[in-house]
């Protein structure tokens, strides 16, 4: 068995011995700005992809029209890339070290 000892020994008794405290929380300054920037690429890349759906006209629901917008650029191609690189800024903020 490994010799323990006591914090109140005779040896100790009398001399404080503190050890200065390392800060360990892991993220940094830095971490958080990346974190915000990757929050804001995907609020960005989900209102970019919102419109109106495929059976709405002029607000309302009508089954017997189509809508082609719900195709655009916009939705389909930009919008979940700004997701995409989103979600990319974020694991990158994770595992960026101080």
């Known amino acids: 068995m490994s010799k323990q000892t006591n914090k109140f020994s005779a040896a100790s008794f009398g001399k404080e011995t503190e050890t200065p405290q390392e800060n ?3 993220f940094g300054q830095q971490n958080f700005k990346w974190m915000l920037i990757g929050l804001a ?3 960005v890349g989900f209102l ?3 419109g109106p759906d495929a059976n709405t006209v002029d607000g309302k629901f009508d089954p017997n029209s189509w809508n082609e917008d719900i195709f655009s ?3 389909i191609r930009i919008a979940p890339l700004f997701v995409v690189i989103g979600f990319a ?10």
Do not use: G, N, Q
């Not at 800024?89 to 101080?98: C, F, P, Q, S, T």
């Open 73 to 75: 650029i916009r939705r």
């Open 41 to 43: 690429f995907i609020v």
């Open 89 to 98: 800024i974020e694991v990158y903020a994770i595992l960026k070290r101080k």
């Open 24 to 26: 360990t929380f892991y």
């Open 48 to 50: 970019l992809m919102m």
